[in-house]
C-alpha cells in the first residue's frame, strides 16, 4: 500500500475488537487515512463505518519514504500513515499521524506531524472527517424500483472532532459506552443499570435497542413488538405445569394412595387371556402353511424347467434372462473422444462388465 494512491487493503485482527457493540475480527486499511469497518465493502468506504484519524487524499506514492503499515501484538492493533502527502499539495509537507485499536475497544488517535491545518484541507475530490461512524444496512419496500427490495445504508451514530484541535503532538482517545447488546439475558437487558432503552427479543436471544448492525433481523423476526414484553412472558414460574403434564379433572387420591400406587399403573400387567393366544396362534399357522405351498410349487417349476428344456414357456424364460437381465454399455473409440453409446442387445455382451476401448 505504500506506493499506491487511493488504494486499500483487508486485514484480520488476531482479537475480537467491539466496535459499537459489534466483534470485529476484519478491517480495510485505506491509503486516505482511515479504517472502514463494515462487514460489506462498496464503493463509498467513506460514506460511514470508519475509524478515521484523518481522511484526507492522501498519495503514498509520491515518495519512497511514505508509507501505510500496521503492528498487532495480540492486545494492540496499530495503524500508521508515516509522511504521507496530500495529493497534487506535496510541497505543503508530510503527515505523519496513527490509530490504535485496544483489544478492550478503546480508540486513539495520535498525531506526530501536520504541516497544513485540517480546516484549509480540500475536501472537493476526497472527503476530509475526523472522527467515528457507524450504520446499519435495511431493505426498504420499493415499488418504482425494479427489485422490490431495495438495500439502503443507514448511519445511526457519528462521532466528530474539532479539526481546529488536530496539531502536531497531539491525541485523542475514545473509550466505549455499555451497549445492550453486551446483555446475554432478559434480566439483564432489562434491569442493567448501565443502559437504557433496550429490549429483549426471545425469538432471537438478544438485547438491543432496535439500532445496530441487527436492524433488519430486529425487524424479520418482529422483535420491537416481541420486546415489549416482560421476562416472566418467557419464563414461567417455577412449578407451574404445561397443559401436555395437566391430567384430566377428577378425584386427586391421597399422598399415602399416591405412595402405593406403582407407577406404570394404567398399563395392563396381567397375563393376556386364552382366546387372545388361540387368535394368535392361528394366524401364525396360516403364514407357516402359506410359505411351505409357495416353496414346493418353486421346486415343482424348477424341475420342470430342467426336465422339458424344449418346451415354449421355459424356453422364452431363458431368452428373456438372457437378453435383457444384463444390458451394458461400450466406450467407442470416436476420433480419441470420450463419448458413449448403448450397446444392442445379444451378441457378445458379458454379464456385469463395461467393455472399454482405449483411445490410440
Same mark, same amino acid.
Given at each position: 500500500m505504500s506506493d499506491v494512491f487511493s488504494s486499500s487493503q483487508r486485514v484480520a485482527l488476531s482479537f475480537d475488537f467491539p466496535f459499537y457493540g459489534h466483534y470485529l475480527r476484519q478491517i480495510?486499511?485505506?491509503?486516505?487515512?482511515?479504517?472502514?469497518?463494515?462487514e460489506i465493502t462498496h464503493r463509498m468506504l467513506?460514506?460511514?463505518?470508519?475509524?478515521?484519524?484523518?481522511?484526507?487524499?492522501?498519495?503514498?506514492?509520491?515518495?519512497?519514504n511514505s508509507t501505510v503499515r500496521y503492528l498487532d501484538n495480540g492486545n494492540l492493533f496499530v495503524v500508521q500513515w508515516d509522511k504521507v502527502r496530500l495529493k497534487d499539495r506535496e510541497a505543503e509537507g508530510a503527515f505523519t499521524f496513527q490509530t490504535a485499536l485496544h483489544r478492550n475497544g478503546v480508540i486513539v488517535f495520535n498525531y506526530r506531524d501536520i504541516p497544513v491545518p485540517v480546516a484549509k484541507i480540500n475536501s472537493t475530490e476526497h472527503p476530509v472527517k475526523v472522527g467515528l461512524s457507524d450504520a446499519f444496512m435495511a431493505s426498504i419496500p420499493n415499488a418504482q424500483a425494479t427489485d422490490p427490495k431495495r438495500h439502503n445504508i443507514y448511519e445511526y451514530h457519528r462521532v466528530e472532532i474539532d479539526t481546529t484541535k488536530i496539531v502536531s503532538r497531539s491525541a485523542f482517545e475514545f473509550t466505549p459506552l455499555p451497549t445492550c447488546l453486551q446483555h446475554t439475558s432478559c434480566e439483564l437487558c432489562l434491569t442493567s443499570n448501565l443502559t437504557t432503552?433496550?429490549?429483549?427479543?426471545?425469538?432471537?436471544?438478544r438485547c438491543s435497542d432496535?439500532?445496530?448492525?441487527h436492524r433488519q433481523e430486529w425487524l424479520d423476526y418482529n422483535c420491537p413488538e416481541e420486546a415489549q414484553g416482560n421476562c416472566e412472558d418467557y419464563n414461567p414460574p417455577e412449578g407451574s405445569m404445561s397443559s401436555f403434564n395437566q391430567s384430566s379433572p377428577g378425584p386427586t387420591p391421597s399422598s399415602a394412595a399416591l405412595e402405593d400406587q406403582p407407577v406404570t399403573r394404567d398399563l395392563q400387567t396381567g397375563p393376556p387371556s386364552h382366546k387372545g393366544i388361540t387368535e394368535n396362534t392361528?394366524?401364525?399357522?396360516?403364514? &407357516? +402353511?402359506?410359505?411351505?405351498? @409357495?416353496?414346493?410349487?418353486?421346486?415343482l417349476a424348477?424341475?420342470?424347467?430342467?426336465?422339458?428344456?424344449? &418346451? +415354449?414357456?421355459?424356453?422364452? @424364460?431363458m431368452q428373456r434372462r438372457?437378453?435383457?437381465?444384463?444390458?451394458?454399455m461400450k466406450f467407442r473409440n470416436q476420433g480419441c473422444h470420450s463419448s458413449y453409446a448403448e450397446v444392442e442387445l445379444g451378441g457378445h455382451e458379458k454379464e456385469g462388465f463395461i467393455e472399454a476401448e482405449q483411445c490410440c
Open positions: 480495510i486499511i485505506a491509503t486516505g487515512g482511515f479504517i472502514f469497518m463494515g467513506t460514506a460511514t463505518q470508519y475509524i478515521s484519524p484523518l481522511m484526507a487524499n492522501f498519495d503514498p506514492s509520491f515518495s519512497k432503552g433496550c429490549g429483549w427479543c426471545n425469538t432471537l436471544q432496535g439500532i445496530d448492525r392361528a394366524i401364525i399357522a396360516g403364514v &407357516v +402353511a402359506a410359505l411351505v405351498l @409357495l416353496v414346493a410349487l418353486t421346486i424348477v424341475y420342470y424347467i430342467n426336465t422339458h428344456p424344449t &418346451v +415354449a414357456p421355459p424356453f422364452y @424364460l438372457t437378453n435383457n437381465y444384463w444390458p451394458s
